[in-house]
């Protein structure tokens, strides 16, 4: 099956820094990948789309500022987190629409971040 | 606006059983709708999709329903296992095809053997 690779799996950091988070599709090609935010004991919530070679789009109420996503490649889209406060601290995962599209999404492990 | 409901309560069932989990959604026409899997701190995983012309789909353990006049999908796990502990998400699509999921809250299903 399609794997989605995500790093670093967990990160601690400062408050005020900025952290980058690596999503790549590791065997197929995604011209899009999603971010999803998850806290404790709730469902995903979406970020944003990254669309390859071209802006992100960002869900209604996310920063587009703050949570800046680069997708670069096929198979990489990266999200950073700018000058991070305790309330961005989550889970953070990504996922991969392969192509063609067949509806299912196949997701990263996930990335755990907590600001200090 | 859009709204997914999946029982918030956690299901406990004996090892053996049938579990079954429901996905109710309002305000929308899903062309399909799938079911994932998470393990606490760990991405999901798909499990299966079921497209609105289709009343029912199987694998192995695993059967979904999906009633577009109720808009409703029930998802059964027969013979559960203590393995089969975990959350299960449902989301419903539209007919964009765009890969866009929107997710459901979660029920998480506790097997005890």
């Known amino acids: 099956g399609a794997v989605v690779s995500q790093h670093p799996s967990w990160v601690i950091c400062k408050s005020g820094t900025s952290v980058k988070i690596e999503c790549r599709s590791l065997?197929?090609?995604?011209?899009?990948m999603f971010w999803y935010r998850q806290f404790p004991k709730q469902s995903l919530m979406l970020m944003a789309t990254s669309n390859e070679g071209s802006k992100a789009t960002y869900e209604q109420g996310v920063e587009k500022d703050k949570f800046l996503i680069n997708h670069a490649s096929l198979t990489l889209s990266t999200l950073t987190v700018t000058s991070a406060h305790p309330e961005d601290s989550s889970f953070y995962i990504c996922?991969?629409?392969?192509?063609?599209?067949?509806?299912?999404?196949?997701f990263g492990e996930g990335s755990r971040l907590t600001v200090l | 606006s859009q709204k997914i409901e999946q029982n918030s309560e956690a299901l406990n069932i004996q090892e053996g059983k049938t579990a079954t989990l429901t996905c109710n959604y309002t305000?929308?026409?899903?062309?399909?709708l799938q079911w994932y899997r998470q393990d606490p701190g760990r991405g999901p995983v798909f499990l299966l999709l079921i497209r609105e012309n289709e009343k029912e789909k199987r694998k192995e353990r695993l059967k979904v329903t999906f009633d577009t006049t109720l808009k409703q999908s029930l998802f059964h796990i027969t013979a559960s296992q203590p393995a089969d502990s975990a959350t299960y998400l449902c989301a419903p699509s539209g007919s964009s095809n765009t890969g866009k999921l929107i997710f459901g809250q979660g029920t998480t299903l506790q097997v005890k053997p």
């Open positions: 305000n929308y026409s899903p062309a399909y």
């Open positions: 065997d197929f090609q995604a011209t899009t």
């Open positions: 996922s991969a629409s392969p192509r063609p599209n067949t509806g299912e999404l196949f």
